[in-house]
């Protein structure tokens, strides 16, 4: 991509009453726009961190046997009300509204009932379980604190995938599964060492829920870490009965502050029950189907690593989800751009994503839109450089310019 097609540009100061990081990060760099609180648009560069984690997160629940599908995020009542949910008292993060004649929508802020509903077309057999349809959606709801950018919208994007089993074996055995799988996202995304599986409260059907925790000085939740274990407890179920049940003393665990980036939960038959979603068994008999629902937040997973890897200078994305692995900076005239155009050419064509500055820009403002942008690797192109056969390199951290061959650059990008 060229940097002067790019229709957005990069600014030295947020919106003043942006008061999270990342969103002011973000917004600085080009990468979103903000409409209100909670509220963001995602702009091309923005888009790609998004898709980028999208796909790592695709890849994982296709692995699992997962069935990516589009709900509406129109919502009709009366399944809610089957739940009971469609009641403010229960729900309050609900976004509502009417057709023109008059009857009642909701704006889907989670698709249990919906999918439930529509999972009765589709399951009647034992023959027909299990089977795990997710999707990537945005999601509606008025949250009543949203400051904290992209890590608590009131539109915002989530990954919900349902697991619709025969019975608690067959259910217990798909939650381990994506549980292993969600580690594999985290560590994809270069969250791995940061964050850990939580046990939470389980609601009726579950003793626990699990929680995938990312320690986090902006976290709004409370979780004690054994790092040995590698697994947590969040304070909503960290009492004596718990520790015990896991063989965890008080002073094996550290006190930490967390962002929740991803949930596992057993549902039981809580909705198959309202919503009369049952299945003929092997025996013949009629059964309720056993579900789980299971969340990821991209674009709070955006939000954090935005927050988590910046540093003064600004943005610094993993390489996975960076929105390109090269910013290419041209200085000088016929001879540079000749030059720069032919390795943006040969590099994009090897596959090596490049974001290439051919704007007439000072260089100095171009190494400074490098670095607020976070892109892992800034490569320079100049008349000096070109005549000495060399490229500057520059990782965005870790490690200082290095001035390198053609064949060491190119060696160094695959
Ligand atoms: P929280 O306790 O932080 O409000 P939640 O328990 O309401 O989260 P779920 O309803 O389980 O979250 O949603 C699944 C996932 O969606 C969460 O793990 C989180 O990653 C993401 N998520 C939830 N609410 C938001 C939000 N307002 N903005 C961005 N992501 C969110
Ligand atoms: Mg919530």
Avoid: C
């Amino acid at each position: 991509m060229r940097v002067s097609q790019l229709f957005t540009k990069t600014s030295k100061t947020a919106p003043g009453d942006e008061v999270s990081k990342n969103a002011q990060l973000l917004i600085r760099a080009g990468f979103i726009h903000k409409e209100m609180a909670g509220v963001y648009d995602y702009l091309p560069l923005g888009k790609i961190v998004l898709n980028k984690v999208i796909d790592v997160i695709r890849e994982e629940m296709d692995a699992i046997g997962g069935n990516e599908l589009s709900l509406t995020a129109l919502q009709q009542k009366d399944v809610w009300e089957a739940s009971g949910r469609w009641d403010d008292k229960v729900m309050d993060v609900w976004f509502k509204t009417k057709l023109a004649n008059g009857s009642e929508l909701g704006l889907a802020p989670t698709h249990e009932e919906p999918l439930t509903k529509l999972m009765k077309s589709f399951i009647s057999s034992y023959k027909d379980l299990p089977v795990y349809p997710y999707q990537f959606q945005i999601k509606f709801r008025n949250e009543l604190r949203s400051k904290s950018g992209l890590m608590r919208g009131r539109e915002f994007w989530m990954k919900d995938l349902y697991s619709f089993s025969r019975d608690q074996a067959e259910h217990d055995a798909f939650y381990e599964r994506i549980s292993e799988a969600y580690d594999r996202v985290y560590a994809r995304l270069g969250l791995g060492d940061i964050t850990f599986k939580t046990f939470a409260s389980g609601g009726s059907f579950a003793k626990y829920s699990h929680e995938f925790q990312t320690l986090s000085s902006v976290g709004e939740d409370k979780i004690y870490v054994h790092k040995g274990k590698n697994i947590a407890i969040n304070e909503e179920v960290y009492n004596d009965e718990v520790l015990a049940s896991l063989g965890i003393t008080k002073d094996e665990l550290v006190e930490e502050t967390a962002v929740e980036v991803g949930n596992i939960f057993t549902l039981g038959t809580k909705y198959s029950d309202a919503l009369n979603l049952n299945f003929t068994d092997e025996d013949g008999v009629s059964k309720p189907v056993v579900m789980g629902s299971y969340g990821i937040g991209p674009s709070r997973v955006m939000g954090l690593i935005a927050e988590h890897f910046s540093d003064d200078k600004g943005l610094v994305w993993p390489e996975n989800v960076a929105p390109a692995k090269v910013y290419l900076v041209r200085i000088g005239a016929e001879q540079a751009i000749a030059h720069a155009d032919e390795l943006y050419d040969e590099l994009m064509a090897k596959g090596v994503d490049v974001l290439y500055d051919d704007r007439d820009e000072r260089p100095g403002t171009k190494f400074a839109d490098a670095e607020l942008m976070g892109i892992p690797y800034r490569v320079t192109v100049s008349d000096r450089l070109i005549e000495a056969g060399q490229y500057e390199f520059t990782p965005r951290t870790g490690g200082d310019t290095t001035l390198l061959t053609r064949d060491e650059l190119l060696d160094k990008l695959n």
